[in-house]
């Protein structure tokens, strides 16, 4: 049997829980990413895209492994439309990540000094938005086994919050980096484009963790 087949045979939950594992490690390739970029280091950085690269490959095997296995219904309210918009999400995580690395790598970009530490905060913020995305995600089976028993229900809905929380403060270390960058966008001139765009991209990073704890939400809702 395949890897996807054993996880499968012991809980249709646990193939996702993996998924969300591997694109949660995606998002903290940013940290080496920007280590090397505010550096100026070249072979640093493609080795870190190529770390990226290859998670981001894990986590499209997962995604296409997952959608072929999936049953129609798991148990009770889960349905498999609602395991799939997680899994979107969840995918749409490590496909940022790789956008990223990939226009910072192809660019050579190296990160001017005044931008190091407002894109270091924002990128550590995204990353402890996927990090509760990633708790959150691994309740599921809880969820499931408890058969959305309240108390359990209670504790994903604290923990759900504290995610919307931690996406907020990554949309304000966002709007930090983009005041800083805006700051010196006529010294760097058409370069301003491309850093916009790497900004944007770490914010989505904690954007798409945040609709995969509320797509949680709202199955526990339904």
């Known amino acids: 049997m395949s890897v996807i087949g054993n996880l499968f045979g012991r ?3 646990r193939p996702m829980q993996q998924h969300m ?25 493609d080795a870190a895209r190529a770390s990226i690269d290859d ?20 148990f009770m309210a889960v349905e ?7 899994l979107d999400n969840q995918d749409s995580i490590a496909d940022v990540a790789q956008d990223v690395a990939e226009l910072a790598a192809l660019r050579r ?19 402890a938005t996927c990090t509760q995305s990633e ?22 809905e604290e923990m759900i919050s504290q995610l919307n929380d931690l996406e907020s403060r990554a ?3 966002g709007e930090e980096a983009l005041r800083t ?23 989505d990073i904690a954007d798409y963790a945040e609709r995969a704890g509320n797509r949680i939400r709202l199955l526990i809702a339904s």
């Open 181 to 203: 960058l805006f700051s010196i966008e006529d010294e760097i001139g058409v370069g301003a484009y491309y850093w916009y765009e790497i900004i944007g991209w770490i914010g």
């Open 80 to 86: 498999r439309r609602d395991m799939l918009e997680i």
């Open 109 to 127: 970009m190296q990160t001017p000094p005044v931008l190091q530490a407002p894109l270091a905060a924002l990128a550590e913020a995204a990353i």
């Open 11 to 13: 809980s249709p939950i």
């Open 135 to 156: 708790s959150v995600v691994n309740e599921l089976d809880e969820l499931v086994e408890t058969g959305f028993g309240r108390h359990e229900v209670t504790r994903v």
């Open 171 to 173: 949309d304000e270390r």
């Open 55 to 74: 998670l981001e490959h894990q986590a499209d095997e997962l995604k296409h492994e997952i959608r072929r296995h999936l049953p129609q219904r798991l």
């Open 21 to 45: 594992k591997v694109a949660a490690e995606c998002a903290r390739g940013i940290t080496p990413l920007l280590g090397a970029m505010a550096q100026g280091d070249g072979a640093a950085l």
